[in-house]
């Protein structure tokens, strides 16, 4: 799809730069741009609900599995 979009002059420039060094198309990579960004972003809503449904109880650890992780890093030499 075609779409008309304003960019500062500097942000555009270095586009271009961008886009000579990688031999794609200008508009291959504002596509990238974009959808890299959206990527991001939805990754941040899943962290951002995560953090959300956590804080609203403590986390506990079953004891028995507590100490058995404590020595599992016992025996790795970090």
């Known amino acids: 799809m075609k779409t008309a979009v304003s960019v500062p002059d500097d942000l555009f420039r270095l586009a271009e730069i961008a886009a000579r060094?990688?031999?794609?198309?200008r508009s291959q990579l504002y596509a990238k741009a974009i959808s890299e960004f959206l990527s991001r972003q939805q990754g941040s809503a899943v962290t951002e609900r995560l953090n959300e449904v956590y804080s609203r109880r403590p986390a506990k650890v079953d004891p028995p599995l507590h100490r058995a992780q404590l020595r599992s890093l016992e025996k790795n030499s970090w």
């Open 21 to 25: 060094r990688l031999r794609i198309s």
